[in-house]
């Protein structure tokens, strides 16, 4: 089975511009969620979509939006890039359930760099 | 709040030696998961090892085991018989159960290097 995909791979933007970033997610998976990976730290939770719904944000501002589609694939884009919005971008997936493991399973991430 | 602490930048092992990666967190909730993820620098996150906030005994996946003191709120990863392949950063991570959502919370991670 094909795991978590995510397009682009590379990304390079200026700053003010937009861009949109996709994930699929591993089949029967219904939850996606996205992450930040700014170079030397851990990922940061953005976003969490279930059943096209948000279920859950994290702490980033509203240039940082985000659907589901119906097949549960998912987008991420991000309004007036700054400097700062330089990172590995990583989608994850999971059955979404609220006790035991549910672990994320993750893509290879897109690298966005912003100039 | 929720928060991850690992303490250890860099570690370095010799191949077919175990090593121990560090981890703390703190909690305010009752029930909650602990994951180690590893990501060598491809970049892809890769699931090793869960551990339940009820789970009595230490969660073990092959040659990865979770030592877990609930008490001092540590979750140690104990890699057995390094190979040079585990040469990669390591994050410990937490998800809460009391949130409806799938949120999970990353340590700054570890960096290990496994010396021939």
């Known amino acids: 089975d094909a795991g978590v995909t995510q397009s682009p791979t590379h990304l390079i933007k200026t700053r003010g511009q937009q861009v949109t970033l996709r994930c699929s997610p591993i089949?029967?998976?219904?939850?996606v969620s996205w992450y930040q990976q700014v170079l030397g730290q851990g990922p940061q939770f953005i976003f969490q979509?279930?059943?096209?719904?948000?279920?859950g944000r994290g702490n980033f501002p509203d240039r940082f939006s985000a659907r589901q589609f119906p097949n549960y694939s998912s987008e991420l884009n991000v309004n007036a890039l700054l400097l700062g919005d330089s990172a590995l971008y990583l989608c994850?997936?999971?059955?979404?359930?609220?006790?035991?493991?549910?672990?994320?399973?993750f893509g290879p991430g897109t690298r966005l760099t912003v100039l | 709040a929720q928060k991850i602490t690992q303490t250890q930048p860099g570690m370095f092992v010799q191949e077919k030696e175990a090593v121990t990666l560090d981890c703390t967190y703190d909690?305010?909730?009752?029930?909650?998961?602990l994951f180690w993820y590893k990501q060598p620098s491809s970049g892809e996150m890769i699931f090793l090892i869960y551990q339940g906030s009820y789970d009595e005994q230490n969660a073990t996946e092959g040659r990865y085991s979770l030592n877990f003191q609930k008490a001092r709120k540590s979750a140690n990863l104990v890699i057995s018989a390094s190979q040079l392949g585990d040469s990669a950063m390591y994050f410990c991570?937490?998800?809460?159960?009391?949130?409806?959502?799938?949120?999970?919370?990353f340590g700054p991670g570890t960096s290990l290097s496994v010396i021939p």
């Open positions: 979509y279930y059943e096209k719904e948000e279920r």
């Open positions: 994850a997936s999971s059955v979404m359930r609220l006790t035991g493991p549910n672990e994320q399973f």
């Open positions: 089949s029967g998976h219904k939850s």
């Open positions: 909690t305010s909730d009752q029930s909650y998961g």
């Open positions: 991570a937490m998800r809460g159960m009391k949130t409806s959502y799938d949120k999970v919370i």
